[in-house]
């Protein structure tokens, strides 16, 4: 119950100051593109179409993508049951190293997440429009952080 408070309010607070998701994304200059796909399911050509895809948006906003970084931001793939039906899960997350105020210790933090859980019609389109749209939310959340 008190989870269930903590999280409306949260939302409510989220959407009134207009922010897209409660992850801060400015000050973002670099990281590396990692893509997993978690199904024997998928074929691997998909791998570099996603990279491709995260390569090119990254571009675009002006983040560099070409040297190893401690942050990451990954496209997670795989399929899940739902009940009876399988679905296609899609997560993108920025995640990278920060350090804890209280003990000083390094931690392995996500800075961003955006997920999709979709039954999958036709696993090409749905895919990589589902892909793209959420690099789409990345890139105008990146760009509002960063004006």
Avoid: C
Avoid at 45 to 52: A, C, G, N, R, S
């Amino acid at each position: 119950m008190k989870f269930t408070k903590v999280f409306i309010f949260l939302s409510l607070f989220a959407m009134f100051v207009n922010a897209q998701t409660p992850f801060e994304l400015s000050g973002v200059k670099s990281y590396y593109p990692v893509v997993e796909l978690n199904s024997e399911k998928i074929d691997k050509k998909y791998k570099q179409l996603l990279l491709d895809m995260i390569v090119q948006t990254s571009t675009e906003l002006g983040i560099n993508t070409q040297n190893f970084s401690t942050r990451s931001l990954a496209f997670l793939v795989g399929f899940i049951g739902v009940g009876d039906t399988i679905a296609l899960k899609i997560e993108l997350m920025l995640g990278e190293s920060a350090k804890r105020l209280d003990t000083k210790e390094n931690i392995f933090v996500i800075s961003y997440m955006s997920s999709r859980i979709l039954v999958v019609e036709e696993l090409e389109s749905d895919l990589l429009d589902n892909a793209q749209e959420l690099l789409y939310n990345f890139a105008l959340q990146y760009k509002e952080d960063n004006l």
